[in-house]
């Protein structure tokens, strides 16, 4: 079973990056997109952005297109989130994911964007 860990969260001000990372322990990846979401205070968990397990496709929600970039090594098992130009409204909590909805998650990191 893959255990998936995320880190590079934290606290930071409005317009500026962060990069969060995905590792994956007890097995590869396998033959899933792997993908990232995020959850707000009061809202449903959406997708942010996925991967293709050739790394050849990607797609993000059109709220941060242009601005997030997702990227993965798979020969190390990580899947990693650049986010830049945070804006308050990017504050949640975020999760990676291994196969969809009903796949594998993380714990979740918690990314905070002051205004």
């Known amino acids: 079973q893959i255990q998936l860990v995320e880190s590079g969260g934290g606290l930071v001000q409005a317009g500026d990056s962060l990069r969060l990372s995905c590792t994956a322990s007890?097995?590869?990846?396998?033959?899933?997109?792997m993908g990232w979401f995020r959850q707000a205070p009061g809202k449903e968990r959406e997708l942010v952005g996925s991967?293709?397990?050739?790394?050849?496709?990607?797609w993000y929600a059109d709220s941060v297109k242009g601005r997030f970039t997702i990227s993965g090594d798979y020969a190390k098992n990580t899947v990693d989130l650049q986010m830049n130009s945070l804006k308050p409204e990017d504050t949640a909590v975020y999760y990676c994911?291994?196969?969809?909805?009903?796949?594998?998650w993380g714990q979740g990191t918690q990314v905070t964007v002051s205004s």
């Open positions: 991967l293709s397990r050739n790394g050849l496709t990607t």
């Open positions: 007890g097995r590869a990846f396998s033959f899933y997109t």
């Open positions: 994911n291994e196969g969809g909805p009903s796949g594998s």
